[in-house]
T-cell receptor, first 112, second 112 residues
Framework: DSGVTQTPKHLITATGQRVTLRCSPRSGDLSVYWYQQSLDQGLQFLIQYYNGEERAKGNILERFSAQQFPDLHSELNLSSLELGDSALYFC???????????FGPGTRLTVL | DAKTTQPTSMDCAEGRAANLPCNHSTISGNEYVYWYRQIHSQGPQYIIHGLKNNETNEMASLIITEDRKSSTLILPHATLRDTAVYYCIVRGPDNYGQNFVFGPGTRLSVLP
């Protein structure tokens, strides 16, 4: 158990819909990262937040957005969902001054 | 970030040492070598990291060559539960605005 929690574990929705994935980092960790893992793309970095502010963006689509709240939990919002958005979405956190990222169990999103 | 090259797959007998190689010939002087593993769709799990000295923890040992162009992750007594995809990643020291770039990794199968 890494200490990072993600909800929900599974999500099934339809094309065109919008969903929100939630992540609670390890206690005290200020950085939160979001990754997407699909069958054909492997693990892809989406976005990083540090203490509420966006730090880095990766291959995140404009239909996706994220934020980190004052209590340090983060949400990833996916809108206008397409079949190709079906994937595992992982959140990771890391403590200030350290580079190891600790990953949550992921949310499996299925878009039908 | 420097690129890494790993074998696609490896087998190891249960109880024997598993030695997983990684080439990172373009590594920069301040870049660390990280190892993660992912067990069947679970979140990636941090194993170990190092800069130039060999490192050991409760999970594994990391041997980095003197020229730092390659490294080996050693699982001293592999068990069936070590069957996973192992990722070797090279990254700089500053975790502001940086993320992990996961390649395809090595699929390790521990055989009974």
């Amino acid at each position: 158990d890494s200490g990072v929690t993600q909800t929900p574990k599974h999500l099934i929705t339809a094309t065109g819909q919008r969903v929100t994935l939630r992540c609670s980092p390890r206690s005290g960790d200020l950085s939160v990262y979001w990754y997407q893992q699909s069958l054909d793309q492997g693990l892809q970095f989406l976005i990083q937040y540090y203490n509420g502010e966006e730090r880095a963006k990766g291959n995140i689509l404009e239909r996706f957005s994220a934020q980190q709240f004052p209590d340090l939990h983060s949400e990833l919002n996916l809108s206008s969902l397409e079949l190709g958005d079906s994937a595992l979405y992982f959140c990771a956190s890391s403590p200030h001054g350290r580079n190891e990222q600790f990953f949550g169990p992921g949310t499996r999103l299925t878009v039908l | 970030d420097a690129k890494t090259t790993q074998p696609t797959s490896m087998d190891c007998a249960e109880g024997r040492a598993a030695n997983l190689p990684c080439n990172h010939s373009t590594i920069s002087g301040n870049e660390y070598v990280y190892w993660y593993r992912q067990i069947h769709s679970q979140g990636p799990q941090y194993i170990i990291h190092g800069l130039k000295n060999n490192e050991t923890n409760e999970m594994a040992s990391l041997i980095i060559t003197e020229d730092r162009k390659s490294s080996t992750l050693i699982l001293p007594h592999a068990t069936l539960r070590d069957t996973a995809v192992y990722y070797c990643i090279v990254r700089g020291p500053d975790n502001y605005g940086q993320n992990f770039v996961f390649g395809p990794g090595t699929r390790l199968s521990v055989l009974p």
